[in-house]
């Protein structure tokens, strides 16, 4: 699937998601690149890959690109808990978490999460709430800031993003 990335209307980059199902795992791969001015000049690369296997999440890893530097967060399952290890730009958290989860962040861009209350984001290593909201919206809370989800028919149409840097649509290339 193909996704533009916006500001103000103004397409500013692109995003591409993959699934790669396997016999014992799914792969989940964002990758999105951005190039815009704001005060300075902005470039980002990211890419996030997640594992699960049959429902449960496994790990992943999210690094990211910038111009202000290179950044890496890592989330893997470890007997009974994951081991958390999240950083980006003036960010850093260092954690566990107990017991397995179901759904992390990246699934948002590959499956209505019609029955998920919370998740896993990989980007901060954090637990998520998700909110169910008129029929195919759902806002989540990452870290303060509030995401929103439109789905139509199960896909992902649009989402609305939070950003301590410049909030930014993500929008579905059809």
């Given at each position: 699937?193909k996704?533009?990335?916006s500001?103000a209307?103004?397409?500013?980059?692109?995003?591409?998601?993959?699934?790669?199902?396997?016999?014992?795992?799914?792969?989940?791969?964002?990758?999105?690149?951005?190039?815009?001015?704001?005060?300075?000049?902005?470039?980002?690369?990211?890419?996030?890959?997640?594992?699960?296997?049959?429902?449960?999440?496994?790990?992943?890893?999210?690094?990211?690109?910038?111009?202000?530097?290179?950044?890496?967060?890592?989330?893997?399952?470890?007997?009974?808990?994951?081991?958390i290890?999240?950083?980006?730009?003036?960010?850093?958290?260092k954690?566990?978490?107990?017991?397995?989860?179901?759904?992390?962040?990246?699934?948002?861009?590959f499956?209505?999460?019609?029955?998920?209350?919370?998740?896993?984001?990989?980007?901060?290593?954090?637990?998520?709430?998700?909110?169910?909201?008129?029929?195919?919206?759902?806002?989540?809370?990452?870290?303060?800031?509030?995401?929103?989800?439109?789905?139509?028919?199960?896909?992902l149409?649009k989402?609305?993003?939070?950003?301590?840097i410049?909030?930014?649509?993500?929008?579905?290339?059809?």
């Amino acid at each position: 699937m193909k996704f533009s990335i916006s500001v103000a209307g103004i397409t500013i980059g692109e995003m591409k998601a993959v699934k790669t199902s396997g016999t014992d795992q799914d792969r989940y791969q964002l990758e999105s690149k951005v190039d815009f001015w704001f005060f300075g000049k902005i470039k980002a690369l990211v890419s996030t890959d997640a594992y699960y296997n049959e429902s449960q999440f496994l790990q992943s890893t999210m690094h990211t690109r910038t111009n202000k530097g290179e950044f890496l967060s890592t989330i893997k399952w470890d007997r009974d808990r994951y081991a958390i290890e999240a950083e980006s730009y003036k960010y850093e958290h260092k954690d566990e978490i107990i017991g397995p989860m179901d759904y992390s962040g990246i699934k948002l861009f590959f499956q209505e999460p019609r029955e998920v209350s919370n998740l896993l984001n990989e980007h901060y290593g954090k637990v998520a709430l998700v909110n169910k909201g008129m029929k195919g919206y759902y806002e989540v809370n990452v870290a303060g800031n509030i995401n929103k989800y439109y789905y139509e028919n199960g896909q992902l149409i649009k989402a609305v993003m939070e950003h301590p840097i410049k909030n930014y649509v993500v929008k579905r290339i059809l």
